[in-house]
């Protein structure tokens, strides 16, 4: 569940962070712990050697979620209620967006173009187009709550979009018009993602389950047995065969992501323990990162965890310390992780596997 208003606060005031921006980039900051699990269960502590950047913020709040657009670009949406096309390798803000009245929760990008969809607590769905102008392209309202879930089809032609008003609603890119409507009974939406090359879209919920939607008549296919905490996030793996789901919690209680089979669909297939808070986001990673099918994980705790996919051994954690809560993880590149957080914007990490698995905060913005 979402922490209260009162702790959104930054850690510092907005008048600081526009100080930071002006005076310049390329700062270098406080090191990080980092945590090395071994196949014998010894935890190897040690710190960072490596300073990491700070380029200017692209938010002056705490930051809800990052999209990768291309290779060098990603997009991010906060509580300042702007979206900020950045280039991360560069450390430059390439255009502002704004549009919403309320905190942006949502981002998703359509694939292979500059366009992208913003989801906001003010109910509403904007388009931008980074090549285009400073407005909307449309405006998507349809929705009685805040707008929690954004997925694009894979051939770019429609949008579904999720709320806490329990309800999915199917949208025509091309027109922007609502083509179809569905509402399940407390399915309270806390993320959504298209399953690639198919026409099903999977939805995690309050009520502590996962569905399968297919989009076709926007009717539930599947539901997943039901979880004992809320699942705040879910995605699916490249091929389209498996998907992750993340859950709420606090003292390591509940506090985990899961693996499941969607050619199975009866029980989960692994577990990744370890977080002693609510778990965020969870990615798949790219093949080229590492030997074997690896995941990671984002959690309020501040850290991120690396994890092997088939043993739900963790294999590597870094503790972004004084970041606050950690809201969303995106795949930068074939080597590089993007990471929202509540106090520090958004991190640059980078995986390394040239001796053994590694995470590092490279830059931050």
Not at 20 to 49: C, F, N
Not at 80 to 107: L, Q, S
Request: glycine share 6%; proline share 4%; with cysteine.
């Amino acid at each position: 569940m979402p922490l209260p208003s009162c702790q959104l606060k930054p850690a510092l005031p907005q008048v600081f962070r526009r100080l930071w921006a002006v005076m310049g980039k390329l700062q270098s900051k406080l090191r990080h712990s980092t945590y090395k699990y071994r196949p014998d269960g010894h935890i190897e502590e040690g710190v960072q050697t490596k300073a990491s950047l700070e380029y200017s913020p692209a938010h002056v709040d705490s930051v809800s979620v990052v999209a990768t657009l291309s290779s060098d670009l990603c997009v991010s949406g906060g509580k300042d209620k702007t979206a900020v096309a950045y280039n991360w390798k560069t450390g430059h803000v390439v255009k502002r967006f704004r549009g919403h009245e309320r905190e942006i929760t949502k981002i998703a990008c359509i694939p292979k173009s500059k366009q992208f969809f913003s989801a906001s607590r003010d109910k509403s769905v904007l388009m931008w187009d980074l090549q285009g102008s400073s407005q909307p392209r449309q405006e998507l309202s349809g929705h009685a709550m805040v707008v929690t879930g954004l997925a694009v089809s894979p051939d770019s032609s429609q949008l579904c979009t999720g709320s806490r008003d329990n309800s999915l609603l199917l949208w025509d890119v091309g027109t922007g018009r609502c083509v179809r409507r569905a509402s399940v009974s407390r399915n309270l939406v806390t993320h959504l993602c298209w399953v690639p090359r198919e026409p099903y879209v999977l939805q995690s919920s309050e009520d502590k389950t996962i569905r399968l939607w297919d989009s076709r008549g926007l009717q539930v296919a599947h539901v997943f047995p039901t979880k004992q905490h809320i699942q705040t996030h879910c995605e699916v793996s490249m091929d389209g065969h498996m998907c992750i789901s993340c859950s709420s919690g606090f003292g390591g209680e509940g506090c985990e992501a899961t693996l499941w089979d969607l050619r199975q669909t009866r029980d989960r297939v692994c577990e990744y323990k370890g977080h002693f808070q609510t778990v965020a986001s969870c990615v798949f990673l790219p093949k080229s990162m590492a030997l074997m099918p690896v995941i990671a994980t984002s959690a309020h705790d501040s850290t991120v965890k690396i994890w092997n996919q088939d043993t739900g051994a963790c294999l590597f954690t870094l503790s972004l310390d004084g970041s606050g809560p950690l809201t969303s993880l995106a795949v930068g590149d074939i080597t590089s992780l993007l990471c929202a957080s509540f106090y520090r914007g958004v991190h640059v990490l980078r995986v390394d596997c040239s001796r053994e698995l590694e995470l590092q905060e490279v830059a931050a913005f």
